[in-house]
């Protein structure tokens, strides 16, 4: 009996090539917009949040997908899991809170992950995932720069700039 490549048909396909073409997965890649189907994976692999609030919620949606050496998302993952690690930062108590993301049609994403860290300091993050998939891919890195707390807001012990409420008198309260 000889293997024939051809009479081989895979059942439930997901990819978009086709129903016997399968897509591979081969770097993270940050995404601007969901709907869109092919990235350009010569482009810069390091992404910058600025005027970040230390203790607020990442409120617009931070996109990323898994792509293909060619570029396509790889629309069959979705069960991968990535998280924002901390690789260096200004503030030894920096830390990220609720960063763990499931891949749905191979895309993540991070809105609503928590960002503390000394208002005025850097932090240096990396999404990477815990299966063995996105382990050998080059980390997508992107940093965090912490605003200082405004006036009306409040740096308490934990290092979050707390909105004052309209009874507070706060330091930073004008």
Known sequence: LKFDSNRVEFVDNASDYGKNIAAIPYMLH???DPSIEKVDIEQ???YNLTNIRSGSTIDDDLFFAIVDVYGQIVKSENSTTASLI???NDDVFAKINGSSRTSKKGIFNFRGTEIIALPGSSMLTKVAGD????SKMNPLKIS????QCLPGEILTVDKVCHICGSDTKGNNRE
């Open 86 to 88: 901390l690789l260096s």
């Open 44 to 46: 810069l692999r390091q």
């Open 30 to 32: 940050f995404l601007s």
């Open 144 to 147: 965090f720069h912490i605003r």
């Open 131 to 134: 299966g063995l998939k996105l």
